[in-house]
């Protein structure tokens, strides 16, 4: 199994490239399946999340090739509806794969994908939307059938909560169903915008992504398209969070200011000066770092409960007390007690961390216990006193391009054993 052995005490310096977004090229990589046409994903991450999609598509009969930094898919052999067990189990937000897979073939059988690090997923409201859209749905044996008796059509959903996944779920399968299809309380993330641009330059009609009501008025089919998979803007606050950590000065490039317009208020608020031009953001973080009022992880356009944990551990280093409510996921401060190993003063009560600033993080044995949780410990690892060893980076993988190539690139000292 690989560690991440950190070498702390180091400050950054120089500039960092932003790869692409996970959480929007795994949409856009099950959105490929709706075109009749190759697509082609330009600035498409290497992760291994990112690996098991293609890994899905290809099991499909899809034609899923890596040309640098491009990932290619025809979907012209497209003729599998089953996603097996051990390819949904690789990766919990294939689940995106069942409203494309419909959409295309009317049919998909895919195993259920039960609960995962971050605590019970569940997926009710992306079962009952489909329901909504005229798809019956069967679950036995740990399986979804899903099938379309008469036609997958248009409708009204109010979803009672703005789920990223349901509403990207929701779009796949609106974009060829008969008549308009309605989002009411739809998730706004950039991802959301990102995945619609991408079906409309495909010849989808989709209006209001961005907003509270997303409207798809169903089209008889789609092709494929060349596509930019927008910058990951966790990975870019992962970044901002390293210098802030280690009292640094660093440049982001290849990134959306405007996507981490919550972000940057709290990183300012701890003390940092941070300038955005162009797809660049300035981060100087030399002064000490102040805790901040309460943060409260919300939907977008609030604080990303993906950044919680990189915040949490700027945090440890601050001065005074900073309390953190995760009002996302049930079980998402798995990585206090990861930091806590590191010297860090944390109290979790339900959702609500209390962290108390230390003067440093001392070098340890620590586990990932999920990606930003994981994340969050290698910026702990790079401000310690000391060395630090990460095992279970499988988790890391996921989402990170080589972390460490990148944090060494501007100074981290950072090997994988
Ligand atoms: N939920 C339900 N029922 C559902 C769907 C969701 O109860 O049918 C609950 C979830 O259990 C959770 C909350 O609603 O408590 C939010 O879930 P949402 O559906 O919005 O999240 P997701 O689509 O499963 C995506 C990202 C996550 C990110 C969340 C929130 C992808 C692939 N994943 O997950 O990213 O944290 O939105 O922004 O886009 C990560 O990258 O580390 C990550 C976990």
Not at 43 to 48: A, F, G, K, T, Y
Not at 141 to 168: H, Q, R
Request: aromatic fraction near 6%; include cysteine; proline fraction near 4%.
């Amino acid at each position: 199994m690989q560690r991440l052995v950190i070498d702390g005490n180091t400050k950054i310096s120089g500039e960092l490239k932003v790869h692409g977004a996970k959480n929007s090229a795994l949409p856009l990589l099950a959105a490929t399946i709706l075109g009749k046409t190759p697509s082609v994903l330009h600035n498409c991450p290497r992760l291994s999340d990112v690996f098991a999609a293609c890994r899905i598509l290809s099991y499909l009969g899809c034609k899923c090739v890596r040309e640098n930094d491009s990932v290619i898919v025809d979907t012209a052999n497209l003729t599998h509806f089953e996603v097996p067990d051990q390819l949904m189990r690789e990766m919990r937000s294939s689940i995106v794969f069942l409203g494309a897979i419909l959409g295309r073939l009317g049919r998909c059988r895919l195993s259920f994908p039960g609960g995962c690090e971050l605590g019970p997923r569940p997926i009710d409201m992306h079962i009952s939307a489909l329901r909504q859209m005229g798809v019956s749905i069967k679950e036995e044996y740990g399986y979804l059938d899903c099938s379309i008796p008469k036609e997958l059509k248009g409708t009204a959903i109010s979803l009672s909560f703005p789920s990223v996944g349901t509403t990207e779920n929701i779009m796949l399968a609106a974009v060829l169903a008969n008549g308009e299809t309605q989002i009411r309380n739809a998730a706004r993330e950039p991802e959301i915008i990102d995945l619609a641009n991408f079906l409309n330059a495909c010849g989808a009609k989709i209006y209001g992504q961005g907003e509270s009501t997303i409207y798809i008025e169903g089209v008889k089919e789609i092709g494929g398209c060349e596509y930019n998979v927008m910058p990951d803007r966790i990975v870019a606050a992962t970044y901002i969070g390293a210098a802030a950590i280690t009292n640094s000065e660093i440049c982001l490039k290849n990134v959306k200011a405007k996507d981490l317009e919550s972000v940057l208020p709290v990183f300012e608020e701890m003390g940092c000066s941070i300038y955005s031009y162009s797809d660049k953001i300035y981060v100087n973080a030399l002064r000490p770092l102040n805790c901040v009022k309460t943060i409260r992880t919300m939907p977008y356009p609030g604080f990303p409960t993906d950044v919680q944990a990189i915040a949490m551990a700027a945090l440890c280093k601050a001065r005074g007390t900073s309390v953190i409510v995760e009002n996302i996921f049930e079980n998402r401060f798995k990585h206090a007690g990861e930091l806590v190993r590191m010297g860090a003063n944390i109290k979790v009560e339900g959702k609500v961390a209390i962290v108390e600033g230390i003067q440093k993080f001392y070098g340890a044995q620590v586990e990932a216990t999920d990606l930003r949780g994981g994340a969050a410990l290698v910026l702990a690892g790079l401000s310690a006193e000391g060395q630090t060893t990460i095992s279970n980076i499988k988790h890391i993988d996921r989402g990170y391009e080589r972390i460490e190539d990148n944090l060494n690139l501007v100074g981290a000292k950072i090997k994988r054993v």
